[in-house]
């Protein structure tokens, strides 16, 4: 067994990384406020549906300002990326594949790409400002769920937006138990501190908190409608570059990168951290271009989130404890989540096949968002990728 290199106390991990025994991973933005200057930009990001619909978009963002200062607000910095790259997917995708842009304007570029910088992501629409900074509660002391949430901006493309992204927002907030599990967990199979039976506590609470997200992402199909998200909503999400029309290159930020394309991926629910928490965790291993792919994703994640995943990867040494562990019930309660892992990604292959697979195979498909048919709005060839990284997870099931 290893030594752990750090011993971080649960409220020094929560600080540290920026997540939460209460809300996981999510960040609560909703009552983060601009200086004036910011306003324009707030005002199209609050009315993007209605100006992409009216071809408008383009005109008003080209007419910003965009020489303005950075905040140096962690909050602002992080509402200020959400607000810009919602700009910029609306810039960019007004017309899906038809007469897209090359360019990003000045007005938007710069200031996208201090802020990304200063957060340490992508300028782009990524997981982080588009679900887990993008939500905001009715009631302060009401119920975390559809009834009592409102997505903060949404893309254009009609129904749906919101009910898509508060989807992903409640399955964010149910993981947040699993936070204290894995790091309780990391703590029982730790030299000097095992304790078999603190061990199964911990690992118990993930296939429970596992189910709860299944039955939270089963719900997406009470307010998204699967070819309409197709049609309408998933070019909103998509990236640029890799050699993928219409913008192969990628896309020119203008004023910064000395005006040479960049590439960039799309938002997707491979840039949230859950899953990646529990594979470093739990010792679930990828490899090839599984693993090149989720190890580039982290990339786009907020900063402190990619380090905790970092941090259970090189601290935690829960499989190797278990492989070595004659204690019946350790393996069991491991093996139980495994399984709930396995569980979640195949209702997230099924997911997908619902809502991209089958709608794109219908003769009355829109043709215009026809580029990103065969792969993922992260770029990748979706079903290749999710069902081996399925594989992967059940290779991890350990003899009982």
């Given at each position: 067994?290893?030594?752990v ?27 983060v ?9 707030e ?7 209605q ?11 080209e ?12 909050l ?14 609306g ?18 570029a ?5 802020v ?11 997981y982080?400002?588009m ?5 905001q ?27 898509f992204i ?25 030299e ?22 299944c039955e ?9 409608e699967?070819?309409?998200?197709y ?38 629910a491979?840039q ?43 601290e ?6 278990v ?13 139980k989540c ?27 498909r ?16 979706y ?18």
């Amino acid at each position: 067994m290893a030594e752990v290199m750090t011993n971080l106390s649960l409220k020094q991990i929560e600080e540290k990384f920026l997540v939460s025994t209460k809300t996981g991973f999510l960040i609560d933005c909703s009552m983060v406020k601009f200086p004036e200057c910011w306003s324009p930009f707030e005002e199209i990001a609050a009315h993007l549906k209605q100006y992409v619909e009216e071809k408008s978009i383009r005109r008003k963002i080209e007419e910003l300002n965009g020489h303005l200062c950075i905040p140096e607000d962690k909050l602002q910095q992080l509402c200020l990326h959400k607000i810009l790259t919602f700009l910029t997917s609306g810039y960019v995708w007004q017309d899906g594949e038809n007469d897209v842009p090359k360019r990003l304007p000045r007005c938007v570029a710069v200031p996208l790409t201090r802020v990304s910088d200063a957060l340490g992501m992508k300028p782009i629409l990524s997981y982080p400002s588009m679900i887990l900074a993008n939500w905001q509660k009715k009631d302060m002391n009401g119920p975390f769920d559809f009834s009592n949430l409102n997505a903060m901006y949404q893309t254009p493309g009609g129904n749906g937006a919101e009910w898509f992204i508060l989807t992903h927002v409640i399955i964010e907030q149910r993981f947040a138990p699993a936070i204290k599990a894995v790091i309780d967990a990391m703590k029982y199979s730790t030299e000097g501190q095992a304790d078999d039976a603190a061990l199964v506590t911990a690992l118990n609470v993930i296939p429970n908190v596992l189910s709860e997200m299944c039955e939270t992402f089963k719900k997406i199909n009470g307010g998204v409608e699967p070819a309409h998200f197709y049609d309408n909503l998933r070019i909103f999400y998509t990236g640029w570059g890799g050699g993928k029309e219409p913008l192969p290159e990628g896309l020119i930020y203008e004023g910064v990168y000395e005006d040479v394309p960049k590439p960039m991926k799309g938002g997707s629910a491979a840039q949230s951290t859950t899953l990646q928490v529990l594979d470093a965790a739990l010792g679930i291993e990828h490899e090839g271009e599984e693993k090149e792919f989720l190890d580039e994703v982290r990339d786009y994640m907020l900063k402190e989130h990619s380090d905790f995943c970092k941090y259970m990867r090189n601290e935690s040494s829960v499989r190797n404890y278990v492989e070595h562990c004659e204690n019946l019930d350790v393996k069991m309660a491991y093996n139980k989540c495994i399984n709930a892992i396995q569980s979640f990604r195949k209702l997230h292959i099924h997911k997908v096949v619902q809502y991209v697979t089958t709608p794109s195979r219908r003769e009355n498909r829109n043709m215009q968002v026809e580029a990103i048919r065969e792969t993922g709005t992260g770029s990748t060839p979706y079903l290749q990728f999710l069902n081996q990284i399925n594989k992967d997870t059940d290779a991890c099931i350990l003899p009982e």
